[in-house]
């Protein structure tokens, strides 16, 4: 009888201290709870590390050049979409001037994307590339027959430089992220600038999926860097590869949804959402969270506007504030979680990034680069139009309603 007395007057003076029975925040704060199951998901985390929020395709791309001409000993690339266009060959001219100077410079290029590109890398390109002592390759070739070649592709964004920089976020390398295009209009884009131990860790990525696609293995010791940064972010990096770490990614998001205490802030071009993630959102929004979601009015793909809609409308029926921006194209991969953490990445929340493709994320436990996200999210509140029933019915024609519906079943697939 004693003992169980006991038991009860531990279990109560949680309560008597002001916390709720299911309250956890006694214990845990939003970032706590998100890395530790974060590690339990068998990510890995650095400390000591300093990021930079790239908030322009002209930030991210000067920064580049920069890093990119200041290198000493190596450049390593890799990209889902890098356009053989003026802005692709500016760093191209850049790589081969570090090449002529004795920098080892490796360059993977998806190859699905780039068959899609309007100025597209030929063989003959590649071969030239080469020639000057840019070792290039194209992730997975696309032959015969191509069905196979459409599923796993590698989406990913990462430089690393001397292994002290690395670069990663939702911009690749193209004329229009400064030109914007007559489809879409403006890019509107987020990526990061790294410096500590994370890189590494986008290094050892680059280098498996290089060996995979050339054959050539790379000594990681040979291109450490010296781990140093003036920052102290903890950052945990989420790398998701098909079949091996397929789950990864939408674990992660909805793990970092789940420990929402307060609010939830999403950005993404094209979140028709995963099982997994949209159950988390579901839960957030009946435990009182807010949630607010930002998509994009524009798109370059012409199938998931209408899957939008619904998927949207949905969301939006269950207490979800859906924002639609109307400034150009909103390609951000962002969420911010309680003010306390973020992630930028290369991940869209739809089946290609959560179910297929090859993805890497930064999540960052750094409330300053956290209020930089919300803030960027406030002021582009100024140029979106809030989801009402109204507004639904005049964004999404009943055509563009209807085929959004047939899609329903299929939204794993975009």
């Known amino acids: 009888m004693s003992r169980l007395l006991l038991c009860a007057l531990l279990w109560l003076l949680p309560l008597a201290l002001g916390a709720q029975p299911n309250d956890h925040t006694l214990y845990y704060s939003t970032a706590d709870s998100v890395r530790l199951r974060l590690k339990e998901l068998g990510n890995t985390e650095y400390n000591g590390n300093e990021a930079v929020l790239l908030r ?32 692709g060959q500016a760093l191209i001219n850049v790589l081969r001037q570090k090449a ?24 003959k390109d590649i ?38 920089m690395a670069f990663s976020g939702g911009m690749n390398v193209a004329d229009y992220y400064l030109t914007g295009t007559r489809r879409s209009g403006q890019w509107r884009d987020a990526h990061l600038l790294l410096r500590g131990s994370v890189v590494g860790a986008y290094e050892r990525v680059f280098e498996e999926i290089w060996t995979r696609q050339t054959g050539e293995e790379l ?34 998001y909805a793990a970092s949804i789940d420990a929402a205490q307060t609010e939830v802030r999403i950005v993404s071009p094209y979140p028709t959402n995963v099982r997994m993630v949209r159950k988390a959102i579901h839960r ?19 199938v998931t506007p209408d899957l939008i809609g619904v998927e949207m409308k949905r969301l939006a029926k269950r207490g979800c504030e859906v924002y639609f921006y109307e400034g150009g194209f909103h390609h951000s991969k962002t969420m911010t979680v309680d003010g306390e953490i973020c992630t930028v990445g290369t991940a869209n929340l739809d089946g290609r ?23 960027i999210f406030d002021q582009d509140l100024q140029d979106s139009e809030l989801l009402t029933p109204a507004s639904f019915k005049h964004r999404f024609r009943l055509g563009q309603r209807m085929f959004g519906r047939i899609l329903v079943p299929l939204r794993g697939l975009f």
């Open 100 to 123: 002529d100077e004795g920098v080892e410079v490796r360059l993977l290029i998806d190859d699905y994307a780039n068959r899609k590109s309007e100025r597209p890398w030929k063989a």
């Open 127 to 164: 071969d030239s590339l080469n020639s000057i002592g840019i070792e290039a390759a194209m992730f997975d070739p696309y032959r015969f027959p191509w069905l196979n070649h459409s599923y796993h592709r590698d989406h990913r964004k990462i430089v690393v430089v001397d292994g002290e």
């Open 219 to 252: 000594d990681s010791l040979s291109y450490q860097g010296s781990g140093k940064a003036d920052g102290g972010s903890v950052i945990t990096v989420v790398n998701r590869e098909p079949l091996a770490l397929s789950k990864r990614m939408r674990q992660a």
């Open 56 to 87: 322009s395709p002209q930030e991210k791309f000067d920064s580049l050049f920069a890093c990119a001409t200041r290198a000493k000993r190596y450049v390593h690339l890799e990209y889902f979409w890098l356009a053989n266009d003026s802005v």
């Open 353 to 375: 990034s959560m179910l297929f493709d090859y993805e890497i994320n930064a999540f960052i436990f750094d409330r300053r680069m956290t209020e930089q996200l919300n803030a």
């Open 284 to 302: 957030a929004l009946r435990r009182g969270v807010r949630v607010m979601i930002m998509c994009s009015a524009s798109s370059d793909v012409r």
